[in-house]
């Protein structure tokens, strides 16, 4: 009887431990809590896509108000791209050095700081600097936010839920552009004056308070329990999660079910207390930190070299490979890509109109097109823009709708072929309306294909390298922007076919992709 009853915990135990790092997740259950984390996280978002789209306008007006030539202007938004390739591997070495929550502040006031010292540069080689300063804190809020929220979600709402914060950052993103569209014709009518109680700088400051404001909120939030674990701070991530149950259940914090199975040594027992070892892979370099072996900068190289090492290690090396690939071939972003796709449909009607063939997509109308002159406003271009970028929050609500059901890759793949497919029949269309719809479909793919990519990666990497994992994958995509930027010219149907490929591609390279919808993420 005995040995039957030692079985029967024993296998109850293992099966357990498999589940452990989600258990511990899952108990505090969801509610008030959770929703107001997302909230906070979204707003971050908010204020960060607030800024990248202001920063869209603020250029052509910059250019004309300070008499930039094209080249310049161009190398404006390059300077700021660049900034990117730094900040998203920096950062995500930095949360996981550091720790997530006091990142967002950090990244938020980096960005706040650089649109005020951008907001008062007169000189080109201090707005090229606070540009770049800019670009680090955009990439560096993008992947902490979306790293720390990931680690305080339960298995079943953690897809659904990063589509809610992107949900957050197209909103920012199409009401900063309504609002700068509102704003434009009083700064052209008060461009030459002396006195300009309205300008592209106070556009550009107006745009960082967001930040400011969302910097101070974040002391809301919890520190990342997972985080927590992984640096062996057992006490505080029991406190961490005992909150969190008390504000969603509202029982008291000491009811808070924990579980662990235990056998004395005259009897079977079984006691309920959760055993934090077997959730997270701890924090190897705590001993070295303690014993003060380094200074502070070379533990922190130390450290990420050690972390990049080990995602190319088995069994990341795959995943890593496979992870920098997609990422690349989604390299515009979501601005670009509707930017692209704007002047594509722009071009097209003026070749139906014409009958010639001088259909070209080139950066300079790019970077340049929301003004005809520096006088006069491209009021075309911003609602074709608006119209379009509405097709990123239709996506991302059905994202939210069946991300954690039907699975992250089947979104991906899916996505990629219709993608692909209807990017290319714009070639055999002509009818405006039907471009417009088929534009708009493209858009919403290529914004289920990022938040999908997104999720998968942050999924299959541990707590202590997940940082530093999403942040190494997202430099060589910024450079390639960086790239295009400064040499893009290329005719309107063979952007058309790079791009078809580029989705088809992404439906390939999805498919060797390890999917963990409705499974514990790696750790």
């Given at each position: 009887?005995?040995?039957?009853?030692?079985?029967?915990?024993?296998?109850?135990?293992?099966?357990?431990?498999?589940?452990?790092?989600?258990?511990?997740?899952?108990?505090?259950?969801?509610?008030?809590?959770?929703?107001?984390?997302?909230?906070?996280?979204?707003?971050?978002?908010?204020?960060?896509?607030?800024?990248?789209?202001?920063?869209?306008?603020?250029?052509?007006?910059?250019?004309?108000?300070?008499?930039?030539?094209?080249?310049?202007?161009?190398?404006?938004?390059?300077?700021?791209?660049?900034?990117?390739?730094?900040?998203?591997?920096?950062?995500?070495?930095?949360?996981?050095?550091?720790?997530?929550?006091?990142?967002?502040?950090?990244?938020?006031?980096?960005?706040?700081?650089?649109?005020?010292?951008?907001?008062?540069?007169?000189?080109?080689?201090?707005?090229?600097?606070?540009?770049?300063?800019?670009?680090?804190?955009?990439?560096?809020?993008?992947?902490?936010?979306?790293?720390?929220?990931?680690?305080?979600?339960?298995?079943?709402?953690?897809?659904?839920?990063?589509?809610?914060?992107?949900?957050?950052?197209?909103?920012?993103?199409?009401?900063?552009?309504?609002?700068?569209?509102?704003?434009?014709?009083?700064?052209?009518?008060?461009?030459?004056?002396?006195?300009?109680?309205?300008?592209?700088?106070?556009?550009?400051?107006?745009?960082?308070?967001?930040?400011?404001?969302?910097?101070?909120?974040?002391?809301?939030?919890?520190?990342?329990?997972?985080?927590?674990?992984?640096?062996?701070?057992?006490?505080?991530?029991?406190?961490?999660?005992?909150?969190?149950?008390?504000?969603?259940?509202?029982?008291?914090?000491?009811?808070?079910?924990?579980?662990?199975?235990?056998?004395?040594?005259?009897?079977?027992l079984i006691l309920y207390k959760i055993n934090f070892d077997n959730c997270v892979r701890s924090d190897e370099w705590n001993e070295i930190e303690k014993n003060g072996i380094f200074k502070t900068i070379e533990i922190f190289c130390l450290k990420t070299y050690k972390r990049v090492g080990n995602i190319f290690e088995t069994p990341f090396a795959r995943i890593t490979i496979l992870a920098i690939i997609i990422s690349c071939l989604q390299f515009p972003g979501l601005a670009w890509f509707a930017l692209w796709k704007t002047q594509l449909l722009e071009g097209m009607e003026n070749l139906d109109k014409s009958k010639e063939n001088n259909c070209t997509i080139d950066i300079q109308n790019m970077v340049m097109g929301f003004l005809h002159n520096c006088q006069e406003i491209n009021i075309d271009r911003f609602e074709l823009l608006l119209y379009l970028s509405l097709s990123y929050i239709l996506a991302e609500i059905l994202l939210v709708i069946g991300i954690d059901s039907v699975g992250r890759k089947i979104f991906l793949v899916f996505s990629g072929l219709i993608g692909a497919a209807t990017c290319l029949a714009l070639v055999f269309t002509v009818h405006h309306v039907m471009q417009l719809v088929l534009s708009m479909t493209t858009l919403a793919t290529y914004a289920i294909c990022n938040t999908s990519t997104t999720i998968l990666i942050l999924e299959n990497y541990f707590t202590g390298i997940r940082g530093t994992a999403i942040g190494f994958t997202r430099i060589l995509p910024h450079f390639l922007d960086f790239f295009t930027k400064l040499f893009l010219n290329v005719h309107c149907f063979h952007s058309i076919f790079f791009v078809s490929g580029m989705l088809l591609s992404v439906a390939v390279v999805g498919l060797q992709m390890p999917d963990l919808t409705r499974l514990p993420m790696q750790e």
């Open positions: 009887m005995v040995l039957t009853a030692f079985n029967q915990i024993n296998v109850i135990s293992v099966s357990s431990i498999e589940k452990e790092n989600e258990n511990f997740i899952i108990i505090p259950g969801w509610g008030i809590c959770h929703y107001s984390i997302i909230g906070i996280c979204g707003m971050c978002k908010f204020a960060e896509a607030c800024v990248l789209s202001i920063i869209l306008v603020v250029v052509p007006l910059l250019a004309c108000d300070l008499s930039l030539p094209t080249g310049q202007a161009i190398a404006v938004h390059a300077v700021l791209t660049f900034g990117m390739v730094i900040g998203a591997f920096l950062f995500g070495a930095i949360i996981d050095a550091y720790g997530r929550k006091r990142s967002i502040s950090l990244t938020l006031i980096v960005i706040f700081c650089s649109t005020i010292t951008l907001s008062f540069a007169q000189a080109p080689f201090l707005i090229n600097l606070s540009l770049f300063v800019l670009g680090t804190g955009l990439a560096g809020n993008d992947v902490v936010l979306k790293v720390y929220l990931i680690e305080l979600l339960p298995m079943k709402q953690r897809g659904s839920s990063l589509a809610v914060l992107d949900i957050f950052g197209i909103i920012g993103y199409i009401a900063a552009l309504g609002f700068s569209w509102l704003l434009m014709p009083s700064i052209l009518h008060f461009q030459d004056n002396k006195f300009r109680p309205n300008s592209w700088r106070i556009l550009a400051g107006i745009g960082g308070v967001p930040n400011l404001i969302m910097a101070c909120a974040v002391s809301l939030l919890p520190a990342s329990p997972r985080y927590m674990l992984y640096r062996q701070r057992q006490e505080e991530t029991l406190a961490i999660l005992q909150q969190m149950y008390a504000i969603n259940t509202s029982k008291h914090a000491n009811t808070y079910p924990v579980r662990q199975f235990y056998i004395n040594n005259s009897s079977l």
